[in-house]
């Protein structure tokens, strides 16, 4: 088990390094130079003495090789950027500077990311719950009218587009008939309720539309595993309804729900663009959009590493679940 | 517990009819299993399939019945509606199913549940899925005690468990309990499966093919096992299988299906040296041990087993049958009873005459197979 754990975290460590450096590369490739962007945004004259003078306060005079080593250095250790009087102090983990505001990428992080947690987080609840149980009911009673109405509305729900579901949700709820109120934003360390009342729109919406993809899930492998001869001799052995479903099917029904909910989580954890923006949200996803049309390349790099942290750590934390489930794979 | 159910038998009035169907010399009690007339019907998009077509037998305590067939002939159905297993929705019962007296076919399955696992127990083809490959094989022991033994603690299931694996020869078990159904050979996990199907110590003991997932040598062992099991358990064994050879070292009694009817039906020495029934001399001489010669040519069956929802009219095997033509027509119009012939306990369904029947297996049949 130690072994099998030791081999997935250094996997995802080297996987993590590729996407930095080829992250880190991006930087680099894109046309613009960073200095110029940065002194073209003011009025004054982009004299290439000015430029120089930006990019020695960025460190951007230095060999690539040597950057990328400071910048790592400075996700882990912090470092100083640049030299000589404009040098400034950038504490672990350092992200940077935007090249926009200027303002330390940490920072726009730390602001960020607790939105599209919350958002993702609150969803994630709704979509599992209510996914899982009508997949795992329509499945029981498969035939009825309960799997009929489940199955006819989870096909709507699968292929209807956030982009036309959130927005119709804001007509319906706020537009039209004020129940709810547009949301803004509150952190949940200042105002739980409104926070909560907040996220209530874009939780519904994101975990209403996942919960048609988890219950089709569901119900689909509950089918299966009630097929399974193991399920049988649960009957033979004379257990009762709710073992037989609850302990025995459930628990074989799960474990692939279990694995793509993890990495569904990781893959929204890095941002959820359109949820954010139909809503009015300044998350994660929304930042990043915003940095790559900006070419606030510090804050792009940041970003695209924090989504690949998610999605490689999903996939750490599945592997290591899926191990604790499934004795075969513990033990294999 | 034995005792006790045998109380419950006596006492039971229902059970004291027809025993006509059980084999000739036994006479201390009704058999424990009881089938009459049983018929399930499965409604498909195609049609109705008459899976098991009026099937009665009878297996008394301390005996085993191997049942016999084809492919499709419907055994494994009959051994899920002994222990009431059939999805109520998809398929239709009639008939009767005693076991200890209790008729299982008008059961609830709250009430069913009661009996499956304790009175009666069943025994899977394959033990890898069968068994659940996320709880350690003790624990799915100790799981089948406690649910009818819902006093005793879990350390005690525990104990139960191990001890049960013991019993059935397993090396080392208080360490396999703890281990998992992949972690166990083929052979060893159809010991645990018998270890879970006999921790409540059932009367009836259903074994559908538990042997045809393994290799020669473990199936030999397993059947031994069974064999000891049942003296000490003095259970009613019913063993499913389409291999005469298997029946043939473990039976006592043996029925040969078609089509979800009973073609033949006696004891074993009866219908494997004696047989009567075109079909179950086509079985045996599709067997190579059971003729003495391994080198001899095997007769397969011709054709193919029938659709269950369009059987054919009169005797369902008549299409395939060489001596259909010798019965005056009547196999194609009227469907064979299941009748006793002149040797008490043995009967058959076939429209031949007993002599021709004895005459043709004498000359034609049994003649081949005994060449050396
Ligand atoms: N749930 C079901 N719905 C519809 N048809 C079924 C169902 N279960 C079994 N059958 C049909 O009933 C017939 C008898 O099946 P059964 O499993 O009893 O055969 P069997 O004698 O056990 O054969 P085998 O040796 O292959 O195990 C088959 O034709 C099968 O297709
Ligand atoms: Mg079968």
Redesign the pocket.
């Known amino acids: 088990m130690l072994r099998f754990v030791v081999k997935k975290v250094l996997l995802a460590l080297s996987t993590l390094l590729a996407v930095s450096v080829i992250t880190f590369g991006m930087f680099f490739a894109v046309p613009n130079n960073p200095a110029e962007l940065m002194c073209g945004d003011s009025k004054n004259v982009c004299s290439p003495e000015r430029i120089e003078m930006i990019e020695r306060r960025m460190g951007l005079d230095k060999p690539i090789p040597v950057q990328y080593a400071e910048f790592m250095r400075g996700v882990f250790v912090g470092r100083t950027i640049g030299t000589g009087p404009t040098a400034r102090d950038c504490p672990a983990p350092c992200l940077g500077f935007s090249f926009r505001s200027d303002e330390p990428v940490t920072g726009i992080v730390g602001r960020t990311l607790p939105v599209t947690l919350s958002i993702v987080f609150g969803a994630a609840v709704v979509w599992l719950v209510l996914g899982v149980s009508i997949g795992m009911v329509s499945a029981l009673r498969r035939g009825s009218a309960f799997d009929k109405l489940a199955v006819g509305t989870s096909l709507v729900g699968a292929s209807m587009p956030i982009l036309l579901f959130g927005p119709l949700l804001l007509i319906g709820l706020v537009y039209e008939t004020g129940l709810l109120g547009y949301p803004r934003y509150t952190p949940l360390t200042e105002n739980p309720l409104a926070w909560a009342s907040a996220m209530i729109l874009p939780w519904f919406a994101l975990g209403f539309l996942n919960s048609a993809t988890y219950a089709r899930l569901s119900r689909a492998q509950m089918l299966e595993t009630l097929s399974e001869d193991f399920v049988r001799t649960a009957r033979a052995k004379g257990l009762s309804k709710i073992t037989v479903y609850g302990r025995h099917a459930l628990r074989a029904a799960i474990t692939p729900i279990i694995t793509i909910a993890g990495l569904d989580l990781g893959a929204y954890l890095g941002g959820t663009v359109i949820t954010e923006t139909v809503f009015g949200f300044t998350g994660l996803g929304r930042t990043a959009l915003n940095a790559a049309l900006d070419l606030d390349m510090p804050i792009v790099m940041a970003t695209v590493l924090l989504a690949a942290v998610f999605v490689v750590a999903a996939n750490v934390l599945v592997d290591m679940l899926y191990a604790v489930v499934d004795p075969r794979v513990r033990l294999g | 517990m034995t005792e006790q159910e045998e109380g419950t038998l006596v006492e039971t009035p229902g059970s004291a009819a027809s025993s006509e169907a059980s084999s000739s010399e036994t006479t201390k009690a009704d058999p424990y299993l009881q089938v009459r007339d049983l018929r399930v019907r499965?409604r498909?998009e195609d049609g109705v399939?008459r899976?098991v077509d009026g099937l009665s037998f009878g297996v008394e305590r301390g005996r085993t019945l191997g049942i016999v067939?084809?492919?499709?002939?419907?055994?494994?159905?009959?051994s899920l509606a002994v222990l009431g297993l059939?999805?109520p929705r998809?398929?239709e019962i009639s008939g009767e199913i005693l076991v200890g007296g209790r008729d299982v076919v008008g059961l609830s399955d709250a009430e069913c549940r009661r009996l499956r696992g304790r009175d009666m127990a069943m025994v899977f083809?394959d033990p890898l899925s069968a068994l659940h490959p996320y709880y350690s094989v003790g624990r799915q022991i100790a799981e089948a005690y406690r649910v009818h033994h819902p006093e005793a603690g879990r350390r005690a299931a525990w104990r139960r468990a191990v001890d049960m694996l013991d019993r059935v020869g397993i090396p080392q078990p208080a360490r396999r309990a703890e281990q998992y159904p992949h972690e166990f050979s083929g052979g060893m996990r159809q010991r645990v499966m018998i270890a879970m199907a006999l921790v409540n110590d059932p009367d009836l003991l259903v074994a559908?093919?538990p042997t045809t997932a393994l290799d020669v040598t473990v199936q030999a062992q397993i059947l031994d096992l069974l064999a000891d099991l049942q003296s000490e358990f003095n259970s009613a064994i019913v063993l499913?299988t389409?291999d005469l050879g298997v029946v043939s070292q473990v039976a006592d009694d043996v029925l040969v299906?078609y089509a979800?009817r009973a073609v033949e039906h006696g004891n074993v020495e009866q219908v494997l040296r004696r047989p009567q029934h075109p079909y179950t001399w086509g079985l045996l001489s599709s067997v190579p041990s059971l003729r003495g010669d391994a080198s001899a040519d095997l007769v397969p069956i011709r054709g193919n087993p029938p659709s269950?929802i369009n059987l054919p009219p009169g005797c369902a095997f008549h299409p395939r049958c060489r001596y259909a033509d010798r019965t005056d027509g009547r196999s194609s119009t009227e469907r064979p009873e299941l009748l006793p012939v002149a040797e008490a306990g043995h009967r058959v369904a076939c429209h031949l005459p007993e002599v021709d029947r004895q005459r043709f297996y004498a000359d034609e049949i049994a003649q081949v197979g005994v060449a050396p």
């Open positions: 499965f498909t399939v899976a067939g084809e492919s499709g002939s419907g055994k494994s159905v009959t059939h999805d998809r398929t083809q559908d093919e499913i389409h299906m979800g269950l």
